[in-house]
């Protein structure tokens, strides 16, 4: 049996596709969830439904139960995520979970330096703690999704032109399909027993090179400004967005800047056994004028 968990999330509720797409047969997957009213789409798959918090630890080892592979989505809980995940790790040893695969997110500076230290602690407490626990373990080391950046971008980002604390330095965006992909690739296949993966994309992009797609597809000419970071700030602060949301924002594209996702050293390819799809044309596709 493999569990996914996030099963109602996008990146579980895909790879679950893939899952499927690839043969697993549905009564062979279970979904997680903590609402089971939202999991109507999975019903109607035929994949098991089985419900569970990483706040609760007893639901967690009662859902694991008889599960070989657990794809362990991390949870967007950033302020509470440690507690939720030694939740998760812990309720899988006691389960008795064969493999957990679990995503992680890729870096070079793993210190409180780090403009996304908040973001990335409680990923960094995970794997330890997975590698610690004695269970067999693949960690997904995931780049930024190129799905995150019309959210990076605004709504309004075709007629102002990319507004953005980023600088120059390249990102190597990588898409949410291409990495659902892959893992799937990797629960369903063999030789992935105690591995780090570097999944990113192959090639990078500068937001110079966004603004470019972006007015290409749209059909008009699109600047880009790299204001300073508190600047930005302030813009988003005025917007009325909630201050964990603006710091988020903020701390990403000074690592953006600071090149913290810039590495196309990748297993990306070898997992889904073709090159992965390019920013391009996944901005493409969402600003292409009508």
């Not at 509720?13 to 939202?38: C, H, M, S, Y």
């Not at 995150?148 to 330095?169: H, K, Q, R, Y």
């Not at 992009?205 to 290409?216: L, N, W």
């Not at 600047?223 to 813009?235: F, I, L, R, T």
């Amino acid at each position: 049996m493999i569990l996914v968990t996030g099963a109602t999330g996008q990146f579980g509720a895909t790879t679950i596709d893939f899952l499927l797409k690839k043969g697993t047969p549905a009564n062979e997957i279970a979904a997680l969830v903590r609402d089971e009213a939202k999991a109507g789409d999975l019903k109607a798959k035929g994949v098991r439904i089985v419900t569970g918090d990483y706040d609760n630890y007893g639901s967690l080892v009662e859902a694991f139960k008889g599960v070989d592979k657990l794809l362990f989505v991390s949870g967007s809980d950033v302020v509470n995520r440690i507690k939720q995940h030694e939740n998760v790790v812990k309720a899988a040893k006691e389960a008795g979970v064969g493999h957990v695969v679990y995503t992680s997110f890729i870096r070079k500076n793993e210190t409180e330096t780090s403009p996304i230290a908040l973001v990335a602690q409680s990923h960094l407490f995970t794997e330890n703690a997975l590698k610690e626990s004695g269970i067999t373990y693949t960690i997904l080391r995931n780049n930024i999704y190129a799905d995150i950046l019309p959210m990076f971008l605004g709504p309004n980002v075709t007629e102002t032109g990319v507004f953005f604390p980023a600088g120059d330095t390249p990102v190597a965006f990588t898409l949410r399909s291409d990495m659902a992909e892959a893992t799937a690739n990797v629960l369903t296949g063999t030789g992935h027993e105690n591995q780090d993966y570097r999944i990113s994309n192959t090639e990078t992009v500068t937001f110079h090179d966004i603004a470019r797609f972006i007015g290409e597809a749209a059909g008009k000419e699109l600047g880009y400004v790299s204001p300073e970071s508190a600047v930005y700030k302030q813009v988003l602060s005025g917007a009325g967005l909630p201050e964990e949301v603006v710091a988020i924002s903020v701390g990403f594209a000074e690592a953006f800047k600071q090149g913290e996702f810039d590495s196309t050293e990748t297993d990306l390819d070898t997992l889904l056994g073709r090159k992965p799809g390019s920013v391009k044309d996944y901005l493409t596709a969402i600003y292409s004028a009508k």
